[in-house]
């Protein structure tokens, strides 16, 4: 059994650019969550995908959006980045979207300049 | 809106001795409250949960209460030793369909030799 891997580890990008980071679940997972922990503080939560559908979302703006795949890995895709966005974001994997543990992967640091 | 207080953001205490550390939630369908460990560059780690149907529980040395008359958790590590310093995080959900975690702000927790 392999845990949540994600990738890239770490990525720099300028304002404006825009960037995918993308998660593979733990096996017989199909449900993934993304946050966004800023230095310092508790992870935030953006949205869910469960089966291949956006099963949840926080107060996050429309150019944060995702995709998930068949195999039930998930991409996580900002747009018109802004200075702000520099954080870890965080992918995590649960059995199911009804309460079962979520189980986080290592993170990609995104910083924007 | 959804909130998670957690309290203190620093807490220093002498290998041996308890740590607690607490939370507080806003949203009164809150029914699943997990604490996860996070060491310096690594992913978070659940390190105990409770559901609402119970008050306690325990896994060796540590424990977490909760209250939900007072929509209060609380984590109890008792005899504590230098590898426990970390970044404790609670948090809290519906554990409905759409599973989000709502994380408290963190407390850095420093265990003295």
């Known amino acids: 059994e392999t845990g949540v891997t994600q990738s890239p580890t770490h990525l720099i990008k300028t304002r404006g650019q825009q960037v995918t980071l993308r998660c593979s679940s733990q096996?017989?997972?199909?449900?993934v969550s993304w946050y966004q922990q800023a230095l310092g503080q508790g992870p935030q939560f953006i949205f869910q995908?469960?089966?291949?559908?956006?099963?949840g979302r926080g107060n996050f703006p429309p150019r944060f959006s995702g995709l998930q795949f068949p195999n039930y890995s998930s991409e996580l895709n900002v747009n018109a980045l802004e200075l702000d966005d520099s954080a870890l974001y965080l992918c995590?994997?649960?059995?199911?979207?009804?309460?079962?543990?979520?189980?986080f992967g290592p993170g990609t640091r995104l910083t924007v300049l | 809106g959804e909130n998670v207080e957690q309290h203190p953001s620093t807490l220093s205490v002498q290998e041996g001795d308890s740590a607690v550390i607490k939370c507080t939630y806003s949203?009164?369908?809150?029914?699943?409250f997990p604490w996860y460990k996070q060491e310096l560059g690594k992913r978070p780690q659940l390190i105990i949960d409770i559901r609402s149907n119970v008050g306690e529980k325990k896994d060796q040395r540590i424990a977490v209460t909760l209250n939900k008359t007072a929509k209060h958790f609380s984590l109890h590590i008792t005899e504590t030793q230098p590898e426990d310093s970390a970044v404790y995080f609670c948090a809290a959900s519906r554990g409905d369909s759409s599973y989000k975690l709502i994380f408290g702000s963190g407390t850095r927790l420093l265990v003295r030799p």
């Open positions: 096996s017989g997972h199909n449900t």
């Open positions: 995590a994997s649960s059995l199911d979207a009804s309460g079962s543990e979520q189980f």
């Open positions: 949203d009164s369908a809150s029914n699943y």
């Open positions: 995908y469960y089966r291949e559908e956006e099963n």
